[in-house]
């Protein structure tokens, strides 16, 4: 007995064990017949009673929107290059680097190179050679067009030919943009100094030949003629006499009559010796001279007259111009593009499939998020099938204006952009479109339940005729023609 007692003694804790797991096992039978596991419960349970799937009426604008994705930046950005080519010496920029952001208009002075301007100007052609008194083409009347917008006068712009005049509003633009204009062609101020030179020799040689012919007597003096007259009418007087006298002297007579017609004679001829043809030569001569000199001056000055080379001139269309950026640097030379120049306003660029492109006009209204999530309305400036064998059409958007700090964190940024093709004028009822259903007449109906939807089949419900509108994705218009409907009435859309 002793030695039993022992051995329970030393297995104490073991015992306890095996006890506490026997009790454990009763009392999981026992609550077993009363515990019952969720999955068990569902399962056991009864189906619930079937009822209607219905929906609210809302009440509300609808649109039906085409979303694209736009990308937002600075519109036509374009590498800017300068034809320095011409340039006397190295292309080396001197000054009048731009920052980015700058807004080039027209006269400013996008870039300084080897200490002469290139000034900017509204045209789509680029400078492609020096313009000059006598040269013709596009880029002459793109020039001229360009001065009339500045309010110079360059010429008629119908005229294609760079003239004095075109010449000459060369010389106030430089001014204008605080320049000295180019020099025309190489020993062009001799050649004017040597031509005024020769008109006024030729001057001097006229004035000279006037004086002569002016000096030089021509046909017979006053005194000559008087005396010629004397002589005729003394003749006369004999004549007559002779004529009266008894008995007449025939021989005496016919004397006087060849006398008479010899006075007339001599009367004729008086001072016609005396010409001033040679004098009057001579200032024909003198005024061909001066002429050929005045012309020759006219090229003269012609050829002094202020150029427009190339690399002194930059053509932007659509100004201003916003620089995006530059490498072109101070007391570096000009190689490559010297900057890049965009739209002086913030556009966005998208793209859609063809079929919802085809919905989209130009004016369109469109909207999308700011950064701080408030719409922000933008407009279709354009819509355009896309390059190639591309299936998507290119759409072009312009915003509503922005802030400054708007603008600085939108530029870069991909945007969702819902533009409305189709949208109701003001506030309209709208349903799903399950819950329009057909009546034995073609009419169009709505189910409204007037119950608790989880009454199940008995929940009374009434039948609305509506006529429909506008559709979207997702809803349509009603309006109701025969019975109430109402925003907030629960429509059925199954059971």
């Known amino acids: 007995m002793a030695g039993g007692t022992a051995v329970l003694q030393r297995n104490r804790t073991l015992w306890i064990v095996a006890l506490a797991a026997a009790l454990s096992l009763v009392a999981g039978l026992l609550l077993g017949r009363f515990i019952i596991s969720p999955a068990d419960a569902a399962a056991s349970a009864e189906p619930p009673a079937l009822g209607l799937v219905t929906v609210p009426v809302e009440y509300g604008p609808l649109s039906n929107d085409v979303t694209i994705r ?11 290059r300068i034809d320095a080519s011409g340039s006397a010496g190295p292309s080396v920029v001197t000054g009048q680097v731009p920052e980015e952001g700058t807004e080039l208009e027209a006269l400013s002075i996008a870039l300084e190179v080897a200490g002469r301007p290139v000034i900017v100007l509204p045209g789509q052609l680029p400078a492609y050679r020096t313009l000059q008194v006598g040269v013709s083409g596009p880029d002459v009347v793109q020039f001229k067009t360009a001065m009339r917008t500045m309010g110079l006068d360059a010429g008629d712009p119908a005229d294609n030919v760079f003239g004095a005049d075109a010449a000459r509003a060369v010389g ?4 204008q943009a605080g320049y000295s204009a180019p020099e025309g062609e190489e020993g062009s101020v001799d050649m004017v100094l040597a031509a005024e030179e020769s008109v006024r020799s030729a001057e001097q040689t006229l004035l000279t030949a006037q004086g002569d012919l002016a000096a030089t007597p021509v046909g017979a003096t006053p005194v000559e003629l008087r005396e010629a007259d004397n002589a005729i009418a003394s003749a006369r007087r004999e004549l007559d006499a002779a004529q009266q006298e008894s008995p007449p002297d025939p021989i005496r007579i016919a004397d006087l009559v060849d006398a008479l017609d010899l006075a007339a004679l001599r009367r004729q001829e008086v001072g016609a010796d005396r010409t001033d043809a040679p004098q009057r030569a001579a200032v024909e001569a003198a005024l061909q001279q001066l002429t050929g000199t005045q012309e020759d001056l006219a090229r003269a000055q012609e050829a002094a007259l202020p150029s427009l080379p ?3 001139v930059l053509f932007l269309t659509e100004l201003p111009r916003r620089v995006d950026a530059v490498t072109a640097t101070r ?4 190689e490559g593009p010297a900057m890049t120049v965009s739209g002086a306003s913030l556009g966005m660029t998208g793209s859609a499939a063809e079929a919802d492109a085809r919905l989209l006009k130009v004016d369109a209204a469109a909207t999308f998020e700011l950064p701080d999530g408030s719409p922000h309305k933008a407009k279709i400036t354009s819509v355009a099938p896309g390059d190639g064998d591309s299936q998507r059409w290119d759409v072009e958007l312009v915003p509503d204006p922005l802030t400054p700090e708007q603008i600085l964190e939108l530029q870069g940024s991909n945007v969702r952009v819902a533009i409305a093709v189709g949208a109701t004028d003001g506030d309209v009822l709208s349903v799903p479109y399950a819950a329009l259903t ?8 709505v189910e409204v339940s007037e119950g608790d939807p989880r009454d199940g089949d008995e929940s009374p419900t009434r039948l609305v005729t509506v006529r429909s509108g506008l559709a979207t994705s997702g809803a349509v218009e009603v309006t109701p023609v025969e019975g109430k409907l109402s925003e907030g009435d629960l429509v059925v859309v199954g059971r």
Do not use: F, N, W
């Not at 736009?70 to 800017?80: L, T």
């Not at 106030?172 to 001014?175: A, G």
């Not at 007391?331 to 000009?334: A, E, P, R, V």
């Open 172 to 175: 106030t633009l430089y001014s």
């Open 70 to 80: 736009g990308e937002i930046a600075y519109s036509d950005p374009v590498e800017v």
């Open 438 to 445: 057909a009546g034995p007449g073609g009419q169009t109906r």
């Open 310 to 312: 190339p690399g002194e």
């Open 331 to 334: 007391g570096s030379i000009l």
